[in-house]
């Protein structure tokens, strides 16, 4: 495969064992700047990053969400929130976090990090909110919990593509 881009989208997988290895904070910074050249409605950008390395804080979110142990694991994680007050158009500013997460997960890939996108933590934003010292102009989209891959043997599958197509 010759397209780089490619070579990440399909090789990419959800990873949630990492090794003691720290990300450099220029490498967390171009994951997030991979986010921010997401595609937005308008172009208005509505994303906005928390980043997160400290133990005490890691324990804390660990409690809002069933995967905590992944939350422990994670050398740094990456709460992405939406900026309510930046917002026009719900739909359109759901779907650029996406995108967003999206770009920063296959960013992750380029660079050699696992990453695994965290969205049952949700059900629990207004606490990590409150954990984040966070009012709620800033509404939680998801955590990455990023590090270097224990392993790379994570397989996942995909149902046929013709299962997809409606109508062709
Ligand atoms: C919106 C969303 C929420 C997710 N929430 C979680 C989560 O809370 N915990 C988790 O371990 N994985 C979570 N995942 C990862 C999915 O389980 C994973 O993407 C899916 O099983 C496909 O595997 P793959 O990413 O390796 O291709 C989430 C993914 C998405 C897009």
């Known amino acids: 495969m010759n397209s780089s881009v490619l070579q990440a989208i399909y090789q990419r997988r959800s990873i949630r064992e990492f090794t003691e290895r720290e990300i450099e ?9 991979a986010g921010i050249w997401a595609p937005s409605g308008l172009n ?3 994303w906005r990053f ?5 133990k005490d804080i890691k324990e804390q979110l660990s ?9 422990m694991a ?3 994680l990456i709460a992405v929130y939406l900026d ?3 917002m026009y158009d719900s739909v359109k500013d759901y779907q650029s976090a996406g995108a967003c ?4 997960l296959l960013a992750a890939e380029a660079l050699e990090l696992g990453a695994v996108w ?4 949700l059900k629990n934003k207004a606490e990590v909110n409150t954990i984040l010292k966070l009012d709620d102009r800033f509404d939680l989209m998801a955590v990455l919990a990023l590090g270097y891959p224990r392993h790379k043997e994570q397989e996942s599958t995909r149902k046929d593509i013709n299962e997809f197509i409606l109508r062709d």
């Open 25 to 33: 904070p220029e490498i967390i910074l171009e994951i997030i700047r």
């Open 44 to 46: 208005n950008q509505p």
């Open 50 to 54: 928390v980043i997160i390395g400290d």
């Open 63 to 71: 409690r809002q969400t069933h995967y905590s142990h992944i939350i």
């Open 74 to 76: 994670a050398q740094v």
């Open 84 to 86: 309510k007050e930046a």
């Open 101 to 104: 997460i999206q770009n920063m």
């Open 118 to 121: 965290l969205g049952q933590i």
